[in-house]
Nanobody, 121 residues
Framework: QVQLVESGGGLVQAGGSLRLSCAAS????????MAWHRQAPGKQRELVAG???????TYNDSVKGRFSISRDNAKNTVYLQMNSLKPEDTAAYYC???????????????WGQGTQVTVSS
């Protein structure tokens, strides 16, 4: 009943930029924390950036100063602006959200299906 749909991935040259979007839909009462994770081939999934409902952000050290996470609460959407991309940023990117559904009293965590980002050197 709740879905996260990512968009905006693709192929870009090193030094380029991409903007990822992730929209939540369904019977949503509220959304707490939202975040972006990534997983490169042969590597463990890692947190890229997170943002609370109040707008407090956190970043993986490897992306600080290059990536920016933001959200539009009216649209139930989280964004990841990625600048100065490097080949090592190549990965599948997943958004996550802690969502309170209508009629429920606890948050559940949801994951999107992932979007591929490939950075060529």
């Amino acid at each position: 009943q709740v879905q996260l749909v990512e968009s905006g991935g693709g192929l870009v040259q090193a030094g380029g930029s991409l903007r990822l979007s992730c929209a939540a839909s369904g019977r949503i009462w509220s959304i707490n924390n939202m975040a972006w994770h990534r997983q490169a081939p042969g590597k463990q999934r890692e947190l890229v950036a997170g943002i609370t409902s109040g707008g407090t952000t956190t970043y993986n050290d490897s992306v600080k100063g290059r990536f920016s996470i933001s959200r539009d609460n009216a649209k139930n959407t989280v964004y990841l602006q990625m600048n100065s991309l490097k080949p090592e940023d190549t990965a599948a990117y997943y958004c996550t959200a802690d969502i309170r559904r209508l009629g429920f009293y606890v948050d559940d965590s949801y994951w999107g299906q992932g979007t591929q980002v490939t950075v060529s050197s």
